[in-house]
C-alpha cells in the first residue's frame, strides 16, 4: 500500500472508486470519499488539501484504500429510526434503519457509457465477473443500467427474428436488427438511492421495484456506488452470527 502522511489515528473513510468504461475502450477513473461532516462526497483530492486529512492510503487492488480524518463528527442529523413508533420498530430492524447503504455497498464500481459497443459491454462484465452495471454520461450521471438479463433478451429477440424468417421465406437469415450500443439493449426506467440512504431504504426499494441491484448518486447525481440484494442478504447473515466470507469481483 502507498501511503500518504503517516498516522493511525482519526476515522476511517473509505475510498470509493468509480471507472467509466469509454467506446474506445479507455477508462475514467474518480476517486471520492464521503464526508460525514459535510454530509456530501468530495474528490480523494479535496481531503488532500484539508488540514483535517491525517492520511490517505492507496491500495493497489483497490479493496483497501482509505482516507484517515481526525474531524469530530459527534454531531451528526438523527437518524431515520426516530421517524417510527418504537412500538413498530425493534431489534434489528432498528438497526436496518440506522446503517447506512455506505457500508457495505459496492464501492469500487464500473460503469458503462451508452455508446459502447455490446462486444465490449459482454468482454467488460465477463472480465470483471460483474452481472450488469451502471449506464452513464462522460460526467458520471446515471443514464440506465445494463445487465446479462438485457443481454439475453437481445439474444432471445435475434432467435426470434430468424426463427420467424425462416418459416416465411426459408431461409433463418435475421435481417441486420441487431442492437450494436449499450444505448439501444440498456434499461433507462432506473431506481437509484442517494448516499444518505439506509439499508431498510434499499431493501424497502428492492422489494417494491423488484429489482437486484441500486446505484448509489451523490449530491450532483453522480454514481458513487451500488447495492445488491446480495449484499443486504450477507449483512442480515453477519448480524445474525454467520460468518460470510467477502467476494470480491476477479478481473480475468
Known sequence: ????????TGTRL???????????????ARLTVF????????????CRNCESCEEIVFDPGERNSAVRCKADFEDQPASAVGEFPPQLVSGDARL?????????????VICIRSDVTVNELIMTLFEN??????????????????????????????????????????????????RSCVRDLMTT??????????????????????????????AKEQVVGIISASDVL???????????????????
Open 129 to 178: 465477473g460483474i452481472s450488469g452495471a451502471p449506464v452513464v454520461d462522460a460526467d458520471g450521471k446515471l443514464l440506465g443500467i445494463v445487465s446479462k438479463t438485457d443481454l439475453l433478451r437481445d439474444s432471445y429477440e435475434k432467435v426470434e427474428l430468424a426463427e420467424d424468417n425462416l418459416g416465411r421465406h426459408g431461409h433463418g437469415g435475421a435481417e441486420n436488427h441487431s
Open 96 to 108: 436496518a434503519l440506522r446503517t447506512p447503504v455506505l457500508n457495505l455497498m459496492t464501492r469500487n
Open 234 to 252: 450477507t449483512w442480515l447473515a453477519r448480524q445474525a452470527g454467520y460468518v460470510v466470507p467477502s467476494r470480491f469481483p476477479v478481473r480475468r
Open 14 to 28: 473509505d475510498i470509493r472508486t468509480r471507472r467509466i468504461l469509454a467506446p474506445d475502450g479507455t477508462e475514467v
Open 35 to 46: 464526508c460525514p461532516r459535510r454530509r456530501l462526497s468530495l474528490e480523494v483530492e479535496e
Open 1 to 8: 500500500m502507498m501511503s500518504i502522511r503517516g498516522s493511525e
Open 189 to 218: 426506467t432506473v431506481s437509484s438511492l442517494p448516499e444518505s440512504a439506509t439499508i431498510a431504504e434499499a431493501a424497502a426499494l428492492m422489494a417494491l421495484e423488484g429489482v437486484r441491484k441500486v446505484p448509489i448518486l451523490d
